[in-house]
């Protein structure tokens, strides 16, 4: 079974500071890993994604994620935030070994809702 | 190349009723998956389909059933609705061997 932790349910940054958004996650394989943004009333949007090779990511709108793989995290950073990134966050992951049915199937956490105070 | 559309946007049904939510998948995504969303909550997945056949079940009741049809679009139906069914259910399409999902806006079902 694969699980996705984001431990803080809401991380408050001033904006213009870096900010991090925690998540680890557990699978029986090697994971892909993921980052999605979903604003009020709206579906998710995707932000990055690890797969293989450096350990560092960079995505959309700024954002970028590092994958520890001792450490099982893969946590969202971006250096300066802006007042437009408060959304909710979501980790997911999937495994990477698996095929056939399901294979799509992304397990997510239950979100970190952040908040830029201008 | 156009997203992922749902259709309807918001529906409010009673419960014991029965609902049919639509997806049209990403052009060129041969892979439809549905998620239900509670308030609150992150995303879960209800079931997946490939070449129009069920390819891929989470853990929920055989009520909630689908479709997928030759273009790709899909469908998904929700009988006997109960008042824990009320949720924004999410679209995605796939076509990539990484497997990043593409939402739709979802549906939000309200079941009173």
């Known amino acids: 079974a694969q699980s996705v932790a984001q431990p803080e349910d809401q991380v408050n940054v001033a904006e213009g500071n870096p900010l991090t958004v925690k998540c680890t996650y557990s699978?029986?394989?090697?994971?892909?890993l993921f980052w999605y943004v979903q604003y009020p009333n709206r579906g998710l949007q995707f932000l990055l994604k690890?797969?293989?090779?450096?350990?560092l990511v960079k995505g959309s709108y700024g954002f970028e994620a590092e994958f520890n793989k001792s450490q099982t995290s893969f946590h969202l950073k971006k250096p300066s935030a802006l007042v437009s990134d408060s959304a909710l966050y979501f980790c997911?992951?999937?495994?990477?070994?698996?095929?056939?049915?399901?294979?799509?199937?992304?397990?997510f956490g239950k979100g970190t809702k952040l908040s830029v105070i201008p | 190349e156009t997203g992922v559309t749902q259709s309807p946007t918001h529906l409010i049904k009673t419960r014991g009723q029965q609902v049919t939510l639509r997806c049209s998948s990403q052009?060129?995504?041969?892979?439809v998956s549905w998620y239900q969303q509670a308030l609150g909550q992150g995303p879960q997945f209800i079931f997946q389909?490939?070449?129009?056949?069920?390819?891929g079940r989470g853990n929920f009741p055989p009520r909630f059933s689908g479709l997928q049809f030759p273009n790709y679009s899909s469908e998904l139906n929700v009988n006997a609705l109960e008042l824990d069914d009320s949720a924004l259910y999410l679209c995605?399409?796939?076509?990539?061997?990484?497997?990043?999902?593409?939402f739709g806006e979802g549906s939000r079902l309200t079941v009173l």
């Open positions: 995605a399409s796939s076509g990539g061997a990484t497997g990043e999902l593409f």
């Open positions: 699978v029986s394989g090697n994971p892909y």
């Open positions: 690890y797969i293989t090779g450096d350990n």
């Open positions: 997911a992951v999937r495994d990477r070994g698996r095929s056939g049915a399901g294979s799509y199937q992304l397990t």
């Open positions: 052009s060129g995504h041969n892979t």
């Open positions: 389909y490939y070449r129009e056949e069920e390819n």
